[in-house]
């Protein structure tokens, strides 16, 4: 019984935690832009990140270390570098995005401008990085982030044209208005909103945080092959009620409050609290995952003692480096640069470091020296590869669509 | 220095600035329609960055220097956009004074806004510099 429950939480929590500032506003534009023509790259997002975080909860639970401290030693310090630049970068940049998230979520309940709510807010993540239990950033803010499911609710009620919506779905085109490169750009985005570095990171050391087993490894599964897809349901049902409510209205989504005005036609008020509580929650959620992701990364590359099982004073340098990237998403978000504009370079700049955050992952899930009788089959290694050529190629036209598209616009 | 884009610039500026004016137009419609829907600081927020999103389109249009010839479309169009800030701005005005009043006739002028906007929209989109819509 208590397995049954333990595996109930994680999956939900992995449906509450998989939405964040990046798919929130990511899947709203596309949606209201493009209708659900662009399904299909969500999609293949999030098989995508199920591959890698199997892989990765595979060698947490396997080896009972983390990423970046069997990439490093397995790859050796320099490529380790890279990869810990590349990978570490984007968390910041996301956690810039997501304090900035958060920010505007509580804005659109106090009506108080977000630059002077942003200082509060970083804050108030760094204190819950530095005193809150893993269990209740995994656990309490996953579970409230659930409240997105709202937004499920919302496109039963809208009672759309459900073959109209399956044949966009499944049918590879565009808007007449829209060109061909911003329909890519927006699939880039799409993509690379649903297979979020930290997401794995977070996972990963999380598994080692919990002190995970080969026995965990079924409980991990689930977690995964249940809880992703169901938290890409989310992100879809998001493009669909923009598309549904603001694609007619030629509404293109730049800030927080149109994500949330489809649930307010439909629900009312009920729906619309609802629903600012499951921005407030994701977006909390995710600046925390990021926040941890970024002393994670760092401080398994160089050996510190990490993580939040660990008393503060043993593991020092890992909680100096949350403060440090609180102190420099603070200093970013202070130069009144736009959080949304954050949010999509975030997304874009994501997929830049898609490789070198899953390449290693892919060696490390294949030797036998770490992982014994746990290593890839061939059916994982063959959809890793896939999505590793995959994904290399959208790092390699991301920031070309961005720049030839003026960033979708 | 004004930027001077060539003609099939200015096209895709008109088309991009207008576009944005018409989506806070659209979001402002659709605010004021569900205010009883809307708590009163998510309705003032989103007025709010709806007039700030058109403004900003409105004066990034405006500061464009036309190429020879489009200097009607270039009129026109800008002048459509002047008037839906305008328009934006009393709607937040009205917004943050919680004068419900006022609201059924914003929303009769966001929707004759939102018309010419939606005609020079379409217009631009057809090839024309916007000086017929």
Redesign the interface.
Known sequence: MKRVLSMALGILTAIGGFVDIGDLVTNAQAGARFGLSLTWATVAGVVGICVFAEMSGRIAAVSGRATFDLVRERLGPGMGLVNLLGSMGVSLLTYVAEIGGVALAVELISSVDYMLLFPIVGVVVWLVLWRASFSFIENALGLLGLALGVFVVALFKLGPDWSHLAHQAVTVGKPSDESWPTWSYYAVALFGAAMTPFEVFFFSSGGVEERWSAKDIPLMRSNVIIGFPLGGMLSISIAACAALVLGPLDISVSSLDQVGLPIAVTLGKLGLGIALLGFVAATFGAACETGLSVGYSIAQYFGWQWGKLVRTDVAARFHAVLLGASLVALGLLATAADPVTITELSVVFSTIALPLTYFPILVVANDRDYMGTHVNGPLLNALGVFFLVVVTVVAVAAVPLMIWTHMGS | MPRTPDGGGWHTDAS?YA??E??AV??S???LR?D???????L???TA?AEK?GSRAADELTSVQPPDGARDGYDNVTTALEDASDVLTDVRLAAWEGNTASYPALLQRLEKVRDRL?QI?QSL?QGSDGSTA
Do not use: C, F, H, N
């Open positions: 991009r576009g944005e018409l989506a659209g979001t419609i659709l605010a569900q009883d829907d809307l708590y009163g600081p998510y003032r927020v989103s960055k999103s939606e929209v989109q």
